[in-house]
């Protein structure tokens, strides 16, 4: 049997596939390595949502192959996808493997032989991550399960490449993410998360009303799981029926709805199917259904015919919604996409600047956010020790807590006090 080490760049959707694929690895007998020199196989599930992105795939290959030159590598996803020539002439990369075949990797990679390094010394042993290797057995990684219950896009926003290199929406069987998250509750997980490339439009494709909202009070009613969190939904999609949800405390109080830009032209540019002034009367209505709700968002800055006028409409309006925090994203033309094409490219260095204001804003709006629970007592749910000795955790509204405790805090759930700030994180006392 063969040593997998797994790496994932982007989404948490390629996190989610990335378990799934350990888990199918590890039911077949394989062992799963946290060290690529230890590794037989390296496996790297990709992005190529940017440039930027693309970049750091290459830098990791390269560094897999210098890390362990006897493994072979397997490349999946997005940036395999997009690139496979280019992608399969790295270095030790074995396998190249597209969005379309990706359910089949495990198959792939399992039935190929490959020679065994050397056993690794005990010291290495204990560092392999403690994922059981039996059949129904699940990845332990982690406290929080990535769910991954569909894949597509059905939109056509002119700066994307996702839409065409995952396909259309493709929803998976209700009955069967019920069945993974009662699994992942059995395994110890505190928390799932729902990942998807649309999570917004799941189930559109099995003709089901409501999908999404459906789907999470199944699993709210049919699972014993103490946290479900939704990843990003889109504007359009968050409709009462999902809203009405939130009167369940288990369901976190997070919600990311991509926005991308302030401004009403550049939106139009950017095909968005939801003004700006859409939006804010959205943020309102959930702002009222879910008080303390972190709502959570993503722009672009520097999008092509993006001036200094359409930057400070942007900037007035992401300043005005009140953000628990900005994911920025430069501009970055993508091969195939209208966006590419367009004129009024706005010169690098204008980016830059343009994506430093903006996440000065982001930081000021989510300390603005973390400062109104000082005092508070809340649940957090611990995840890792950090290398000063400090545990770290989450509410259940996404904000970063550190505590000082000698107690085993790992998965578990406990009442907090959050006393004061420390660069960026909140300091708890457990109660």
Known sequence: MASFYFQSLGCRLNQSELEALARQLAARGHRVVDDPAQADICVVNTCAVTAEAERKTRHLLRALARANPRARIA????AATLRPEELASFPNVAWVIPNEEKERAAETLALTPTPLPPSPSPALRERERGWPEGPGEGVRARTRAFVKIQDGCDNACTYCIVHLLRGPVRSRPPEEVVAEIAARVREGYQEAVLTGVNIGAYGR????????????????????????????????????????????????????LPLQ????????????????????????????????????????????????????????FVERMA????????????????????????????????????????????????????????????????RDGRWHGLTDNYLQVVTSCPADLHNRITRTRLVQEDDGLLVGEVI
């Not at 490349?75 to 997005?78: A, W």
């Open 323 to 386: 953000f628990a925090r900005l994911h920025v994203f430069p501009f970055s033309p993508r091969p195939g996409t209208p966006a590419a094409w367009m004129e009024g490219r706005v010169p690098e260095p204008v980016v830059r600047e343009r994506a430093a204001r903006m996440r000065e804003l982001g930081e000021h709006l989510a300390a603005r956010y973390r400062r109104q629970f000082l005092g508070r007592e809340m649940d957090v749910l611990w995840e890792r020790r950090r």
């Open 205 to 256: 494709d099995l003709g089901l009303k409501s999908g999404l909202a459906a789907l999470v009070a199944a699993i709210l009613a049919r699972t014993d799981l103490p946290r479900l969190r939704l990843s990003s939904v889109e504007p359009w999609d968050v409709d009462e029926s999902l809203l009405a949800l939130w009167a369940d405390p288990r369901l976190c109080r997070q919600l990311h």
């Open 261 to 316: 830009s302030g401004c009403e032209a550049t939106l139009q540019r950017m095909g968005r199917r939801m003004t700006a002034a859409a939006y804010a009367h959205l943020v309102e209505r959930i702002r009222a259904a879910v008080p303390e709700m972190a709502i959570t968002t993503d722009i672009i800055v520097g999008f092509p015919g993006e001036d200094e006028t359409e930057f400070a409409e942007s900037l007035a």
């Open 75 to 78: 490349v999946l996803g997005c």
